[in-house]
Every structure is written in structure tokens, then in C-alpha cells.
């Protein structure tokens, strides 16, 4: 069983940056696949992004290419999402996801992921 405790949402200016965390507790971290999705009310959860075990290979939504980044601290036990030029329409909750199952292959795919977390709010307003 692995834990995932989201942080580091809240509220921001259009065209600011947040970073949030994604603390892992439980059974091994390192070697999970973690990715980020989203989920506005009403609409389906969305792929954000996600990073391999090793943080050498990632991926990204078309919501995070070339905006957001996904980074890993295995020794932390903690995965980040870095996003830049935030605009409005990036508005809602952010959940952290696990896959134990290392198929990056599939990291895009929200049936992968075994746990979630409680996820986070990111409002951007002015």
C-alpha cells in the first residue's frame, strides 16, 4: 500500500508558476511510474503528465507540453509538477498518481494507477 499526500496548490496570477508535491509513504517509491492528472467538475480526469522510476523518460499531456515538468526525488520520496505560464483554464484539482505495475508504456492511461491521492486545488485568477 502506498500513501500519496499532494501540496503546494493555491491560488495564482495568470501567467505565474506553482510547483506542486506529491509525498510518498508505504511500500517502495522508487520504483513506481507517477504521474499527474486533473479534474475540473462535471468533466473527466485528465492526464498532466507522468515520469518513469528512474526520472529518465516523461511524458506529458497536451494540457502540461511545453508549460509544466514533472521531476522525481527517489531519495525524498517525492515527485513534483513545476508548471509555468499558468493560465486560467489550469484551474482545479491536481491528484498525484502510483502505478506499481512500471509499464511506462501505459503511463498516459488513468486505469494504470493503483493509488491517488486527495488532490490538490490550483486556482489561477487574477
Known amino acids: 500500500q502506498v500513501q500519496l499526500v499532494e501540496s503546494g496548490g493555491g491560488l495564482v496570477q495568470p501567467g505565474g508558476s506553482l510547483t506542486l508535491s506529491c509525498a510518498a509513504s508505504g511500500r517502495t517509491f522508487s520504483g513506481y511510474v507517477m504521474g499527474w492528472f486533473r479534474q475540473a467538475p462535471g468533466k473527466e480526469r485528465e492526464f498532466v503528465a507522468a515520469?518513469?522510476?528512474?526520472?529518465?523518460?516523461?511524458v506529458y499531456g497536451d494540457s502540461g507540453k511545453g508549460r509544466f515538468t514533472i521531476s522525481r526525488d527517489n531519495a525524498k520520496n517525492t515527485v513534483y509538477l513545476q508548471m509555468n505560464s499558468l493560465k486560467p483554464e489550469d484551474t482545479t484539482v491536481y491528484y498525484c498518481?502510483?502505478?506499481?505495475?512500471?509499464?511506462?508504456?501505459?503511463?498516459?492511461?488513468?486505469?494504470?494507477?493503483?493509488?491517488w491521492g486527495q488532490g490538490t486545488q490550483v486556482t489561477v485568477s487574477s
Open positions: 515520469i518513469n522510476w528512474s526520472g529518465s523518460s516523461t
Open positions: 498518481a502510483a502505478d506499481r505495475n512500471e509499464r511506462f508504456y501505459r503511463a498516459t492511461l488513468r486505469v494504470e494507477y493503483d493509488y
